[in-house]
């Protein structure tokens, strides 16, 4: 069998291809644009992606990291938030009549978890979790040194528990979920709520965007918070405080070695993480009566998905 195999990570404004050898590296990429309108348009584009590649390289298989709901048998992209037309989409049956290799269909947050196990941050653990902190807030668990996907297949969704009983409308329709407190959307709006209680403080940071709070970014709010900006830097505690009490509830729940920080947000480094390992410390169920995880940064970057779903199609 060929050590080669494709990943191919399908997101919201692109699929990326990539041949990746049993070592994570990758060795050649091809990138689409994805199609508007989704659905079958979307199918064939990740198909012609895993084509192009694999008439250069000899691959054993094709992965696909895609967000959503997969269905416990790996077969069907349940539901998508981001993508059009594309739910009850019987996706791996689909890919292997065109592509005329065997497909692997995983999560996104679960492959990238697993790039970071066997490649990144977690190398060398066997108990890990990762959290992706993006526009929304998506997780992946690696226990005894295997993914757990849960008996309906959705298993890891940790931005949406439910942390604050009638609080802030979530997209998947609850009220209150993790992601509404502890990711980029809930940065910018911890960031809001700061400048409205102290807009003669905000003028620097609302200067790094176009003047008003509509137009600032998270990009804006890091930046801010490197240069010591108080708002900025509440808008990280505030974040910071949310997430290191998700995080000491997973503790008691999953015991991991180690929890890897990954997504856009971790742009920010320590300024996120240091105060992010103190709430954990402070919120921590019997506290200091047993072993902390350690909280890290994750090393594979955007590239984490793609890696993790190769290697999890070699398998």
Same mark, same amino acid.
């Not at 080669?4 to 997101?11: F, K, N, S």
């Not at 694999?54 to 992209?77: E, N, W």
């Not at 993006?134 to 969704?157: C, H």
């Not at 709430?279 to 890290?296: A, E, L, Q, T």
């Given at each position: 069998?060929?050590a080669?195999?494709?990943?191919?990570?399908?997101?919201g404004?692109?699929?990326?291809?990539?041949v990746? /050898?049993s070592?994570?590296k990758?060795?050649?990429?091809? +990138?689409?644009?994805?199609?508007?309108?989704?659905?079958? /348009?979307?199918? =064939?584009?990740?198909?012609?992606?895993?084509i192009?590649?694999?008439?250069?390289?000899?691959?054993?298989?094709?992965?696909?990291?895609?967000?959503?709901?997969?269905?416990?048998?790996?077969?069907?992209?349940?539901?998508t938030?981001?993508?059009?037309?594309?739910?009850?989409?019987?996706?791996?049956? =689909?890919?292997?009549?065109?592509?005329?290799?065997?497909?692997v269909?995983?999560?996104?947050?679960?492959?990238?978890?697993?790039?970071?196990?066997?490649?990144? #941050?977690?190398?060398?653990?066997?108990?890990?979790?990762?959290?992706?902190? %993006?526009?929304?807030?998506?997780?992946?668990?690696?226990?005894?040194?295997?993914?757990?996907?849960?008996?309906?297949?959705?298993?890891?969704?940790?931005?949406?528990m439910?942390?604050?009983?009638?609080?802030?409308?979530?997209?998947?329709?609850? +009220?209150?979920?993790?992601?509404?407190?502890?990711?980029?959307?809930?940065?910018?709006?911890?960031?809001?709520?700061?400048?409205?209680a102290?807009?003669?403080?905000?003028?620097?940071?609302?200067?790094?965007?176009?003047?008003?709070?509509? %137009?600032?970014?998270?990009?804006?709010?890091?930046?801010?918070?490197?240069?010591?900006?108080?708002?900025?830097?509440?808008?990280?505690?505030?974040?910071? =405080?949310?997430?290191?009490?998700g995080?000491?509830?997973?503790?008691?729940?999953?015991?991991? #070695?180690?929890?890897?920080? %990954?997504?856009?947000?971790?742009?920010?480094?320590e300024?996120?993480?240091?105060?992010?390992r103190?709430?954990?410390?402070?919120?921590?169920?019997?506290?200091?009566?047993?072993?902390?995880?350690?909280?890290?940064?994750?090393?594979?970057?955007n590239? #984490?998905?793609?890696?993790?779903?190769?290697?999890?199609?070699?398998?």
């Open positions: 069998m060929s080669l195999t494709i990943g191919v990570d399908v997101g404004t692109k699929v990326l291809g990539g990746v /050898d070592s994570g990758i060795i050649e990429q091809s +990138r689409r644009d994805t199609p508007i309108q989704g659905g079958a /348009d979307l199918t =064939q584009v990740i198909a012609d992606v895993a192009e590649l694999s008439k250069k390289h000899k691959v054993a298989a094709v992965g696909v990291s895609a967000a959503g709901f997969i269905s416990a048998d790996r077969k069907t992209l349940l539901a938030s981001n993508i059009a037309n594309w739910n009850n989409v019987p996706l791996v049956s =689909q890919l292997e009549t065109k592509i005329g290799a065997r497909v269909l995983e999560n996104d947050a679960n492959c990238a978890a697993w790039g970071e196990f066997k490649f990144g #941050a977690g190398k060398g653990e066997e108990n890990l979790a990762l959290l992706t902190i %993006g526009t929304g807030l998506g997780g992946g668990f690696v226990i005894n040194g295997k993914l757990i996907t849960g008996a309906f297949g959705i298993a890891a969704e940790i931005g949406h439910r942390v604050v009983p009638e609080g802030h409308l979530c997209g998947c329709g609850a +009220r209150g979920c993790f992601e509404q407190y502890a990711s980029g959307n809930a940065l910018l709006r911890h960031a809001r709520e700061a400048i409205s102290s807009p003669d403080l905000a003028k620097n940071l609302l200067s790094l965007g176009d003047g008003t709070i509509a %137009g600032l970014t998270g990009h804006h709010i890091t930046k801010a918070a490197e240069k010591g900006d108080p708002v900025a830097l509440a808008a990280f505690n505030t974040t910071a =405080q949310w997430l290191g009490a995080i000491a509830t997973l503790s008691v729940l999953l015991d991991p #070695a180690c929890v890897i920080i %990954g997504g856009g947000v971790i742009e920010a480094g300024i996120l993480l240091e105060p992010t103190e709430y954990m410390d402070r919120y921590m169920p019997f506290n200091g009566k047993h072993p902390y995880p350690r909280i890290i940064a994750a090393t594979l970057g590239d #984490a998905g793609l890696v993790g779903v190769a290697d999890l199609a070699r398998n």
